[in-house]
């Protein structure tokens, strides 16, 4: 889930940096305020969040280690361990 979210922030800020640069015709008022390198350094900061949110391993799994059910010196089956 942490993946997807920073695939969408980081997708978010590469948005913003290229409406910040005037490479497309749309213009946002709110934005058009603001210095576009402000604008450029805030898309630049998303795209490192989401870059390193997509990148990180998130919560790490044990590998369930398999021990073996006996009865009496054979081996029944397997259940995973913790």
């Known amino acids: 889930m942490s993946k997807l979210f920073g695939y969408i922030i980081a997708a978010v800020g590469l948005a913003v940096i290229i409406l910040s640069l005037n490479l497309t015709k749309i213009s946002i008022p709110l934005i058009s305020n603001i ?8 898309g630049i900061i998303l795209v490192v969040i989401g870059v390193f949110l997509s990148l990180s391993k998130g919560k790490s799994k044990q590998a369930e280690e398999e021990v073996p059910i006996y009865h009496g010196k054979k081996i029944v089956g397997y259940r995973r361990g913790k």
């Open 35 to 42: 210095k576009p390198i402000y604008i450029i350094i805030a």
